[in-house]
């Protein structure tokens, strides 16, 4: 049994702060308490003001993290007198609750979630470091991401979601007993209303300039570059020049995976459609001359598809799209490749679950996947599954989430064998959705551990890119910025420095 009690300043009783006792609750064994520190730290009300007006001006549902949801809190339990296990430090005030273990998050080195604004006001990357007792040398990190830095309840929503997903993380360890905190605490800086009001300011001329801009070029869309080459892939060049393939004004294509079938090309991508506001799945046959027919359509559902997976398993050929949208992980198998596909199976049900990438490794099946839980975006946190075969139950990784990093976490295609190494193409989402590619030498994989060391990366000039993939010399890309029209791009790869130790 585990005593856990949350150290809540009164005057900020968020919804954040209760899925995270929520989520303690759930854990058989746990008993959840509740203290309130004696003085109060409010969010400044310019901050506050911020909140209600984008709350209005964007249309945004309940349930979002600072929403205050003072009754629920107030009716936990009230924290024993004697010592308890774990205190969750969500105040930054002395004193504490008696506890063998202390546990305090900072939000860019702020302990409030005014850090998080903070952070966004000065166009930093988000950080939150979770404070151990048990481990005071080395403090949890997680890196959100933000599904628009420029508005606050996106960011906040975000981080405050991954500060739940460490604690839970850190709880899971075995890191023995600890004495109480000892010594001063970190006094909270203010954000004050003028630099608030700047921002704020700021922001909406910024997203004024940039709708001016969509409508002079015609928006921002993705697009899916594509070269052939037999000898050498864009990793050996170092510099390719890819052909564009982008759809009209009521469409677009993302997240390319090519196949080769019986002598002809395919590239299978998402081909996000506006008019039903969801994607699906299509695929586009090309030629060695250069040739590329029209994108058709293959597999469509009532909710959102991407990432088509595909892969071949047993004489049959396969695929996995994403599904997050449906809360599952299934499969599918060609009737009549490339274009009359049926769902064969739920391989994994209940999680809301992005770009499921395949990796057979010694023997068994494992599956990387970012998972978007509570209000957080599905690019900062990395999961991983493992199954004996391909249709047997998967059993999630005893880190999960190994990962929590908006730079590192959210696959962004086939795991490729290079250079006598493993690499990961993942996703770099720290400034936004699709903002590179970077591969990651897999270090270690097993049922208790796994690490990986970026090694390299790919930049296509002024355009974002979030999914490469490689197969029969047929190299593919995505690019996203002002592509209608555009015939080619120049896209680089350049190998990153390891950090020295």
């Known amino acids: 049994m585990m005593r856990i009690c949350l150290c809540l300043d009164p005057s900020r009783l968020l919804r954040w702060h209760l899925w995270l006792a929520e989520a303690l609750a759930e854990v058989p064994g746990n008993q959840v308490f509740c203290a309130f520190a004696a003085g ?23 349930n979002g993290a600072t929403d205050p949801v003072e009754a629920a809190l107030r009716s936990l339990p009230p924290c024993p007198a004697d010592q308890v296990d774990v205190v969750i430090d969500l105040t930054g005030e002395d004193p504490l609750p008696a506890g063998r273990r202390v546990l305090t998050p900072l939000f860019n080195g702020i302990p409030s979630e005014i850090g998080v604004m903070a952070a966004v006001a000065n166009d930093h990357d988000l950080q939150v470091d979770l404070h151990d007792t048990a481990c005071p040398s080395q403090p949890w990190t997680a890196r959100p991401a933000s599904t628009d830095r420029e508005v606050f309840a996106a960011s906040l929503d975000s981080a405050l979601s991954c500060a739940v997903m460490v604690i839970l993380k850190a709880l899971r360890e075995d890191a023995g007993s600890a004495s109480s905190v000892d010594g001063p605490r970190t006094t909270v800086p203010l954000l004050g209303a003028l630099p608030a009001l700047a921002w704020a300011t700021s922001a909406v001329a910024s997203k004024a300039v940039r709708f001016l801009d969509n409508l002079a070029r015609g928006g921002r869309a993705w697009g899916i570059g594509w070269r052939f080459d037999e000898s050498a892939s864009l990793l050996d060049k170092g510099e390719a020049v890819f052909r564009v393939l982008a759809e009209g004004t009521d469409s677009y294509l993302a997240d390319p995976f090519p196949f080769r079938h019986r002598g002809q090309d395919f590239i299978f991508a998402e081909k996000y459609l506006y008019s039903k506001n969801r994607g699906c799945i299509a695929v586009v046959p090309v030629g060695r001359n250069g040739t590329a027919g029209a994108p058709r359509i293959v597999v469509e559902e009532p909710h959102h598809l991407s990432y088509p997976f595909v892969f071949e398993h047993n004489g049959q ?147 974002g890119c979030h999914t490469y993939n490689r197969q029969s010399g047929l190299e593919v890309i995505d690019l996203f910025g002002h592509v209608r029209g555009l015939r080619e791009v120049t896209t680089c790869y350049g190998l990153i420095a390891p950090k020295r130790r």
């Open 317 to 463: 050929i396969w695929m996995i799209p994403e599904s997050g949208a449906a809360r599952n992980v299934s499969l599918y198998r060609a009737v009549e490749f490339p274009y009359r596909w049926t769902r064969e199976a739920c391989l994994i049900d209940g999680i809301e679950a992005y770009d499921t990438t395949l990796l057979r490794h010694e023997g068994g099946f494992w599956f990387f996947v970012s998972p978007r839980l509570w209000r957080s975006t599905s690019w900062d946190v990395l999961s991983l599954y493992r199954s004996e075969s391909l249709t047997d139950f998967w059993t999630p990784h005893a880190a999960n989430p190994v990962l929590i990093d908006a730079t590192l976490s959210r696959p962004a295609g086939a795991v490729l064998r290079y250079g006598g190494r493993t690499l990961r193409p993942v996703q770099d989402c720290a400034l936004g959705y699709g903002g590179a590619v970077t591969f990651c030498e897999i270090d270690a994989l097993g049922e208790c551990d796994f690490a990986q060391t970026p090694v390299g990366r790919i930049r296509s000039g002024p355009f």
């Open 40 to 62: 109060s730290r409010p969010l400044p009300l310019i901050c506050r003001l911020l909140l209600d007006l984008e709350r209005l001006v964007y249309g945004f549902r309940e």
